[in-house]
């Protein structure tokens, strides 16, 4: 099981600087999945802003989500 995000910092670049419950941070992009679904409308820079972290993951105000496993295999 992987750590559960507990801080979400977006970035100007469509990534997240993520900081997970076992303190490690790391920076999540976006960018792949901006051209796919409801994640289209987080090209808006307002929306994309809106990230907070909700459940161990993270989520938008339009309830845009991903997977926790997702944030914190894919993430450098």
Do not use: A, H
């Amino acid at each position: 099981m992987n750590p559960d995000v507990i801080k979400v910092k977006p970035r100007k670049d469509y990534t997240l600087l993520l900081t997970f419950k076992n303190g490690e941070k790391k920076v999540f992009d976006v960018k792949p999945y901006l051209d796919k679904g409801i994640f289209r409308e987080l090209k808006d820079e307002s929306l994309f802003k809106t990230v907070r972290p909700f459940l161990g993951s993270i989520q938008w105000k339009n309830g845009q989500d991903l997977c926790p496993d997702t944030l914190y295999l894919d993430s450098e």
